[in-house]
T-cell receptor
Framework: NAGVTQTPKFRVLKTGQSMTLLCAQD?????MYWYRQDPGMGLRLIHY???????AKGEVPDGYNVSRLKKQNFLLGLESAAPSQTSVYFC?????????????FGPGTRLLVL | RKEVEQDPGPFNVPEGATVAFNCTYS??????FFWYRQDCRKEPKLLMSVYSSGNEDGRFTAQLNRASQYISLLIRDSKLSDSATYLCVVTDDTGRRALTFGSGTRLQVQP
């Protein structure tokens, strides 16, 4: 099993450009999450999904959209990137019915917006 | 006010030392508590859960004080490999099952 993978690992964007970050998991997990981490700060929840076809907002959703068309994939979109979205983005997944702490994290995507 | 607050450090300690980290949380409805470890430029990984009765895992001991909304992590006999950032994490057990992270405490163990 690959676990949770994220694509790309690193990206540089210009202000106003768009892009999509892909998160994929092969563990048949129902729940998936997107977090961002900025220097000196903990991870903050952007959006999450409790199942295929469902998404919901987290603490910092502005400027992002998400889709969960397939159970194994959770996409995070930036329609018009801004320098404030320079961050490290982590995806995570979990399986309901297990201990809450069993969230599996991907390796992260580093995004720089110029 | 942040939901989860930690001293950012860094804590610079020699090998073999005992070091303690503290964390406070503001949401009294928080139900589950954890310590995660994050190595530089890597994803967070679960270190241990924290229970009211206190729990130990080898050299690591975690404590929870619900009345004071305070969580601690004690590391005994520090190793060079313990150098990392330690994240205090809580959850309110709502349906989304998401985690709320502190900003982390950086530990540097020196030879």
């Amino acid at each position: 099993n690959a676990g949770v993978t994220q694509t790309p690992k690193f990206r540089v964007l210009k202000t106003g450009q768009s892009m999509t970050l892909l998160c994929a998991q092969d563990m048949n997990h129902e729940y998936m999450y997107w977090y961002r981490q900025d220097p000196g700060m903990g991870l903050r929840l952007i959006h999450y999904s409790v199942g295929e076809g469902t998404t919901a907002k987290g603490e910092v959703p502005d400027g992002y959209n998400v889709s969960r068309l397939k159970k194994q994939n959770f996409l995070l979109g930036l329609e018009s990137a801004a320098p404030s979205q320079t961050s490290v983005y982590f995806c995570a997944s979990s399986y309901p019915g297990t201990a809450i702490e069993t969230q599996y994290f991907g390796p992260g995507t580093r995004l720089l917006v110029l | 006010r942040k939901e989860v607050e930690q001293d950012p450090g860094p804590f610079n300690v020699p090998e073999g030392a005992t070091v303690a980290f503290n964390c406070t949380y503001s949401n009294s409805a928080s139900q589950s508590f954890f310590w995660y470890r994050q190595d530089c430029r890597k994803e967070p990984k679960l270190l241990m859960s924290v229970y009211s009765s206190g729990n130990e895992d080898g050299r690591f001991t975690a404590q929870l004080n619900r009345a004071s909304q305070y969580i601690s992590l004690l590391i005994r006999d520090s190793k060079l490999s313990d150098s990392a950032t330690y994240l205090c994490v809580v959850t309110d057990d709502t349906g989304r099952r998401a985690l709320t992270f502190g900003s982390g405490t950086r530990l540097q163990v020196q030879p």
